[in-house]
């Protein structure tokens, strides 16, 4: 075949991470309507398949809905596969998970399992069964190596993807960008899809009954500790610093008034607490960071700051630039950060990066 004729069909094959979801059905269907050729991979994060069946239908992994991706793919007449990518999300994102808990951080798993589980296995696949691109069902936009916001904002998902900066943006694919869940939903019903009407995963896929605190305990007791306000004064008992995130008001006991977790001591097994105010901050540092390949992190540069899915994001400016971290500065509040989850900044609709929140002092976490 013509080399030149061979690198133009190259271009227009592609692979998409099927989950059994609606997303993923849709994303599949988009692409072999706009002409490219599609094959499916299905990774399989477990290993028995059926971790979450059993108790949780709301989760994206386990025998069936590997069973609707295949079905799906056979609808839409191209190939699908299973990938197993067992053991690096054990190493990854569950044992992370629970070490990250026990060291008093908040961990973002999802994050953890784009980062380090989901595209570098989709790259991996897509060179080994020679396609060019890799695609999935978020609801963002990519173009040109930039990031952007999903049209949809209530389903947004640019914020757990910064990190695909750290991997080859210009490879990945994401066909649902501009479209609403609604639309989506409509795709999946006008082409018959057997997904059409499927429940959304939620929660984490890993934990089956709901509760975070149960699975990390599952591998390590808890160890009690002193509950202490600001200034020091013990006033209570808590119950293992990682059934604790900052933030958090529920069981922490009755104190005349509203108490939140401000801050975790792990090193000290103190967790503490004080009112909401005591949440509050101007700032915001962020180390392990991953930048879009033309962006150029400078002193003063504006950006946009958002520390959690669900919060807003706050106006900042980029006030210290470390060896390892930088600092954000806003111009109001940031309420609740939490170490261990992770900044993104943007800057109006556009990505240019993120990182790890971090504590002022690390020494108060465990390694």
Same mark, same amino acid.
């Given at each position: 075949?013509?080399?030149?004729?061979?690198?133009?069909?190259?271009?227009?094959?592609?692979?998409?991470?099927?989950?059994?979801?609606?997303?993923?059905?849709?994303?599949?269907?988009?692409?072999?309507?706009?002409?490219?050729?599609?094959?499916?991979?299905?990774?399989?994060?477990?290993?028995?398949?059926?971790?979450?069946?059993?108790?949780?239908?709301?989760?994206?992994?386990?025998?069936?809905?590997?069973?609707?991706? $295949?079905?799906? #793919?056979?609808?839409?007449?191209?190939?699908?596969? %299973? *990938?197993?990518? =067992? &053991?690096?999300? @054990?190493?990854?994102?569950?044992?992370?998970?629970?070490?990250?808990?026990?060291?008093?951080?908040?961990?973002?798993?999802?994050?953890?399992?784009?980062?380090?589980?989901?595209?570098?296995?989709?790259?991996?696949?897509?060179?080994?069964?020679?396609?060019?691109?890799?695609?999935?069902?978020?609801?963002?936009?990519?173009?040109?190596?930039?990031?952007?916001?999903? $049209?949809?904002? #209530?389903?947004?998902?640019?914020?757990?993807?910064? %990190? *695909?900066?750290? =991997? &080859?943006?210009? @490879?990945?694919?994401?066909?649902?960008?501009?479209?609403?869940?609604?639309?989506?939903?409509?795709?999946?019903?006008?082409?018959?899809?057997?997904?059409?009407?499927?429940?959304?995963?939620?929660?984490?896929?890993?934990?089956?009954?709901?509760?975070?605190?149960?699975?990390?305990?599952?591998?390590?007791?808890?160890?009690?500790?002193?509950?202490?306000?600001?200034?020091?004064?013990?006033?209570?008992?808590?119950?293992?610093?990682?059934?604790?995130?900052?933030?958090?008001?529920?069981?922490?006991?009755?104190?005349?008034?509203?108490?939140?977790?401000?801050?975790?001591?792990?090193?000290?097994?103190?967790?503490?607490?004080?009112?909401?105010?005591?949440?509050?901050?101007?700032?915001?540092?962020?180390?392990?960071?991953?930048?879009?390949?033309?962006?150029?992190?400078?002193?003063?540069?504006?950006?946009?700051?958002?520390?959690?899915?669900?919060?807003?994001?706050?106006?900042?400016?980029?006030?210290?630039?470390?060896?390892?971290?930088?600092?954000?500065?806003?111009?109001?509040?940031?309420?609740?950060?939490?170490?261990?989850?992770?900044?993104?900044?943007?800057?109006?609709?556009?990505?240019?990066?993120?990182?790890?929140?971090?504590?002022?002092?690390?020494?108060?976490?465990?390694?």
């Amino acid at each position: 075949m013509d080399t030149s004729l061979h690198s133009l069909l190259m271009k227009k094959k592609v692979l998409v991470g099927m989950s059994g979801g609606v997303d993923s059905s849709v994303t599949g269907l988009l692409l072999v309507e706009q002409g490219f050729e599609v094959a499916g991979v299905t990774l399989k994060l477990f290993e028995n398949d059926n971790t979450c069946e059993a108790k949780n239908d709301k989760t994206c992994c386990g025998y069936s809905h590997t069973r609707d991706a $295949k079905l799906v #793919a056979d609808k839409l007449g191209f190939r699908h596969y %299973v *990938i197993d990518g =067992s &053991d690096v999300f @054990r190493e990854k994102v569950i044992d992370s998970f629970i070490n990250e808990y026990r060291s008093g951080s908040t961990p973002n798993p999802c994050i953890n399992c784009n980062e380090w589980v989901k595209f570098p296995l989709l790259l991996d696949s897509a060179d080994k069964l020679g396609y060019s691109f890799v695609a999935t069902g978020h609801y963002a936009c990519l173009a040109n190596g930039v990031l952007s916001r999903g $049209k949809d904002r #209530a389903k947004d998902q640019s914020y757990f993807l910064s %990190v *695909i900066y750290k =991997s &080859d943006p210009a @490879r990945i694919l994401f066909p649902l960008g501009d479209l609403s869940k609604t639309e989506v939903r409509e795709h999946a019903a006008r082409a018959g899809l057997i997904t059409a009407k499927k429940k959304e995963s939620q929660d984490i896929c890993f934990v089956t009954d709901g509760s975070y605190q149960n699975f990390v305990h599952h591998d390590t007791s808890a160890k009690p500790g002193s509950l202490q306000d600001i200034s020091g004064k013990v006033v209570g008992t808590h119950t293992g610093i990682a059934n604790y995130t900052i933030g958090q008001r529920k069981g922490l006991g009755a104190f005349g008034s509203p108490r939140f977790v401000v801050s975790i001591d792990a090193k000290n097994n103190v967790v503490v607490i004080g009112d909401l105010s005591d949440l509050e901050s101007h700032s915001v540092r962020i180390k392990s960071l991953h930048w879009r390949k033309d962006y150029v992190c400078a002193l003063g540069d504006l950006v946009d700051v958002q520390i959690r899915y669900r919060s807003l994001p706050v106006k900042g400016v980029i006030s210290a630039i470390e060896q390892d971290s930088i600092t954000v500065t806003c111009t109001s509040a940031i309420r609740a950060q939490a170490p261990g989850q992770t900044a993104v900044l943007y800057q109006g609709e556009n990505v240019v990066g993120g990182g790890i929140i971090c504590p002022d002092d690390d020494s108060k976490q465990i390694p």
